[in-house]
């Protein structure tokens, strides 16, 4: 594999082609910064094809990033298709705006192809003028001529051709096997850098093995070797290439990577800062993701917490506790006390209030099956022991159902969040 050499933002000059059939854009700097706006916000580097009919854009790799159409059949104006590094499309709607807001704490929707746990949102997939575009985008760009351009713009106009739907589905089994598995479930806190992160794992499966859970592996935990890790970060910086440049979050897998030796944690992270190169990223700020296990996590020294919040991230950290009440814990097959998940709770409190880099937040179930101790125990936790709101600490509420939204779980939720001392939102599982 080559050396991959990133350039400075300021060497991608913004070049403009425009006929009376189509327009392109190359090099186009959007948002350097992740913001939560009520308008379709675009990121980093990227480049943009307009025709009559549609808009497309693509990555510094020239690998088609988003789309949309100009028809009149299309859903909403404001409203966009993603393609993931994954392959995945997701749909983002703007669902009201202040309604998803509210639920997801971002203003836009994302309606994923897969079966999943979300309680808004249709069925845009079946949309004939988006299932048009998920199928058939390659074509419409096979049929843009390819003479009759000054020289960037037939060269780009050649190179996006070159990134088929086939080569683009293989990247993306490349992708999984770097790490040896696919991103099953993306921490929720990753809705901050829309998703867009570098996975590296630097341990496998989790502690637990919940009977509820349908998003994890039936792995035992294991931490990976540093041979391991280093040979993922070099696949991964080749992989991204040019690409590189637009990110700026790291989500250290697997499940419960809190549960890996703390050194081990601390000189990934650094490595991995040092290799991708997040200083030379065209967005501001760093953010790394982990998930943690009620264990992993109160057995995790101040030491860790101290070192991570002086490094160059802003670090967050997903706990699932499912539930405060006991009955509920072993209906689930989640195999903590009340007391842990109480000591547990008080602990991200006061990591919250002690460190401004971290954020410590935390997951508990939801479904009309429940008993109603399990709600009254976790109102205990997010409102009656915490005497003024918080700003930090995120409380997820997830649905146990995939693929079944309920009107009952939804009010459930707005009631809970309405109480709520803490910014309480949605987890809309996704996969990478």
């Given at each position: 594999?080559?050396?991959?050499e990133?350039?400075?933002?300021?060497?991608y000059?913004?070049?403009?082609?425009?006929?009376d059939?189509?327009?392109?854009?190359l090099?186009?700097?959007?948002?350097?910064?992740?913001?939560?706006v009520?308008?379709?916000?675009?990121?980093?580097l990227f480049?943009r094809?307009?025709?009559?009919?549609?808009?497309?854009?693509?990555?510094l790799?020239?690998e088609i990033?988003h789309?949309?159409?100009?028809?009149?059949?299309?859903?909403?104006?404001s409203?966009?298709l993603?393609r993931?590094l994954g392959n995945?499309w997701?749909?983002?709607?703007?669902?009201?705006?202040?309604?998803?807001?509210?639920a997801?704490g971002?203003?836009y929707?994302?309606?994923?192809?897969?079966?999943?746990?979300?309680?808004?949102?249709?069925?845009?997939?079946?949309?004939n003028?988006?299932?048009?575009?998920?199928?058939?985008?390659?074509?419409?760009?096979?049929q843009?001529?390819?003479?009759?351009?000054?020289?960037?713009?037939?060269?780009?106009?050649?190179?996006?051709k070159?990134?088929?739907?086939?080569?683009l589905?293989?990247?993306?089994?490349?992708?999984?096997?770097?790490?040896?598995?696919?991103?099953?479930v993306?921490?929720p806190?990753a809705?901050?850098?829309?998703?867009?992160?570098?996975?590296?794992?630097?341990?496998?499966?989790?502690l637990?093995?919940?009977?509820?859970?349908?998003v994890k592996n039936k792995?035992?935990?294991?931490?990976?070797?540093?041979?391991?890790?280093?040979?993922?970060?070099?696949?991964l910086?080749?992989l991204?290439g040019?690409?590189?440049?637009?990110?700026n979050?790291l989500?250290?897998?697997e499940?419960?990577a809190?549960?890996?030796?703390?050194?081990?944690?601390?000189?990934?992270?650094q490595?991995?800062?040092?290799?991708?190169?997040f200083?030379?990223?065209?967005?501001?700020?760093n953010?790394l993701?982990?998930?943690?296990?009620?264990?992993?996590?109160?057995?995790?020294?101040?030491?860790?917490?101290e070192?991570?919040n002086?490094?160059?991230?802003?670090?967050?950290?997903?706990?699932?506790?499912e539930?405060?009440d006991?009955?509920?814990?072993?209906?689930?097959?989640?195999?903590l006390?009340?007391?842990?998940?109480?000591h547990?709770?008080?602990?991200?409190r006061a990591?919250?209030?002690?460190f401004?880099?971290?954020?410590?937040?935390c997951?508990?179930?939801m479904?009309?099956?429940?008993?109603?101790?399990?709600?009254?125990?976790v109102?205990?936790?997010?409102?009656?022991?915490v005497?003024?709101?918080k700003p930090?600490?995120?409380?997820?509420?997830?649905?146990?159902?995939?693929?079944?939204p309920?009107r009952?779980?939804?009010?459930d939720?707005y009631?809970l969040?309405?109480?709520?001392r803490?910014?309480?939102?949605?987890?809309?599982?996704?996969?990478?």
């Amino acid at each position: 594999m080559g050396i991959v050499e990133l350039m400075d933002a300021a060497n991608y000059k913004m070049q403009t082609f425009k006929t009376d059939d189509l327009s392109i854009e190359l090099n186009c700097h959007g948002n350097t910064e992740y913001t939560k706006v009520s308008y379709p916000v675009k990121y980093g580097l990227f480049s943009r094809l307009e025709t009559n009919n549609y808009i497309f854009e693509f990555n510094l790799n020239h690998e088609i990033r988003h789309a949309k159409s100009k028809k009149k059949a299309w859903i909403h104006p404001s409203e966009w298709l993603k393609r993931t590094l994954g392959n995945d499309w997701v749909y983002y709607s703007t669902g009201g705006y202040s309604g998803v807001y509210e639920a997801l704490g971002e203003y836009y929707l994302p309606n994923l192809m897969y079966p999943t746990n979300s309680l808004l949102g249709g069925k845009p997939f079946k949309e004939n003028e988006i299932d048009q575009i998920v199928r058939n985008w390659h074509q419409i760009i096979a049929q843009l001529p390819g003479t009759g351009f000054p020289d960037p713009v037939s060269r780009w106009i050649w190179a996006i051709k070159q990134q088929t739907p086939e080569g683009l589905h293989k990247k993306a089994q490349t992708l999984f096997d770097i790490s040896g598995s696919r991103v099953t479930v993306m921490p929720p806190d990753a809705r901050h850098v829309d998703y867009n992160i570098i996975p590296l794992n630097i341990s496998d499966g989790c502690l637990y093995k919940c009977q509820f859970c349908k998003v994890k592996n039936k792995k035992k935990f294991s931490v990976r070797s540093e041979q391991d890790i280093d040979h993922q970060i070099k696949q991964l910086k080749q992989l991204y290439g040019k690409d590189l440049i637009n990110f700026n979050a790291l989500f250290l897998g697997e499940h419960d990577a809190l549960n890996a030796p703390c050194e081990l944690i601390l000189k990934t992270v650094q490595k991995a800062y040092d290799a991708f190169e997040f200083q030379a990223s065209v967005m501001k700020k760093n953010y790394l993701f982990m998930f943690g296990s009620a264990d992993s996590f109160l057995t995790a020294d101040k030491t860790l917490f101290e070192t991570l919040n002086r490094m160059p991230f802003q670090t967050f950290i997903n706990i699932g506790l499912e539930s405060y009440d006991q009955a509920t814990l072993d209906l689930l097959g989640k195999p903590l006390t009340r007391k842990q998940v109480e000591h547990a709770f008080q602990k991200i409190r006061a990591v919250n209030d002690t460190f401004p880099n971290i954020e410590i937040t935390c997951n508990f179930v939801m479904d009309e099956t429940l008993p109603d101790s399990h709600y009254e125990a976790v109102m205990t936790l997010i409102r009656e022991n915490v005497n003024r709101t918080k700003p930090k600490g995120c409380v997820y509420l997830s649905p146990l159902k995939f693929g079944s939204p309920s009107r009952q779980v939804l009010y459930d939720f707005y009631k809970l969040k309405s109480l709520s001392r803490f910014p309480t939102f949605l987890y809309i599982i996704q996969r990478l």
